[in-house]
């Protein structure tokens, strides 16, 4: 089955304390981003990465870090998580060849930082 | 930059009746997309139209379409024969820079359908 896979789903952390968000990919697409939702905001996101090594800030980037080693995975990494980063995160992907543009999403990770 | 607008934070329907959702959007570009999405209490988002700009032809797909005004830059969603499966939040979402392909969401239509 395609599909988006993140973990964890939800998590409680504390101030500080470094976490990653994991996500993987199995349609071979070359497009991956990241975006938090957060009440009448709408998604914004965060970082996106065209292809293997290829990363480049979204709207809202401080205080996350991403990678893309591998073009499955697109991992979000909080260095030190303040309690403005609780928000619910969603990570994409799609393809960069034809003419879709439709964006597949994985299921959402809850994030409280307290 | 692109931005896309949904003035209504909320709306509510009875079951059966015909709902329409609006969006607004700005872009500089000619060659654009344009979707909405739907995102129920599980939380999922799920891709419930597509619209493509150089496209005249409203898109449609079974009880929903869409009225695609160009000229005005108004995307708005049409439900009908609306199901209580359809309370959700909505969101509008627009594409048009190709070079970072980014999809700019709307602030979402918080939509309920009454029994």
């Known amino acids: 089955e395609a599909q988006v896979t993140q973990n964890p789903r939800y998590l409680i952390t504390v101030t500080g304390k470094k976490l990653t968000v994991t996500c993987s990919q199995n349609?071979?697409?070359?497009?991956m981003s990241w975006y938090r939702q957060d009440p009448g905001l709408g998604l914004r996101q965060i970082y996106y990465?065209?292809?293997?090594?290829?990363?480049d800030k979204g709207d809202v980037p401080e205080g996350y870090k991403v990678s893309r080693k591998e073009k499955r995975n697109f991992p979000l990494i909080l260095e030190s998580p303040s309690p403005n980063q609780t928000s619910l995160y969603f990570c994409?992907?799609?393809?960069?060849?034809?003419?879709?543009?439709?964006?597949?999403f994985g299921e959402g990770s809850r994030l409280t930082v307290l | 930059a692109q931005t896309v607008t949904q003035s209504q934070p909320e709306m509510s329907v009875q079951e059966a009746e015909t709902v329409t959702l609006s969006c607004t959007y700005d872009t500089s570009e000619s060659n654009y997309y344009l979707f909405w999405y739907k995102q129920p209490p599980s939380r999922q988002m799920i891709l419930v139209i597509r619209q493509e700009a150089y496209k005249q032809q409203n898109a449609t797909e079974n009880r929903f379409s869409v009225n695609f005004q160009k000229a005005a830059k108004s995307f708005s969603l049409k439900i009908s024969d609306s199901q209580l499966g359809d309370t959700a939040m909505y969101f509008c979402?627009?594409?048009?820079?190709?070079?970072?392909?980014?999809?700019?969401f709307g602030t979402g239509t918080r939509l309920t359908i009454i029994p």
């Open positions: 990465s065209m292809n293997v090594e290829v990363t």
């Open positions: 979402a627009l594409i048009s820079n190709f070079g970072n392909e980014k999809l700019t």
């Open positions: 349609m071979n697409h070359e497009y």
């Open positions: 994409a992907s799609r393809s960069t060849g034809g003419g879709s543009r439709v964006l597949f």
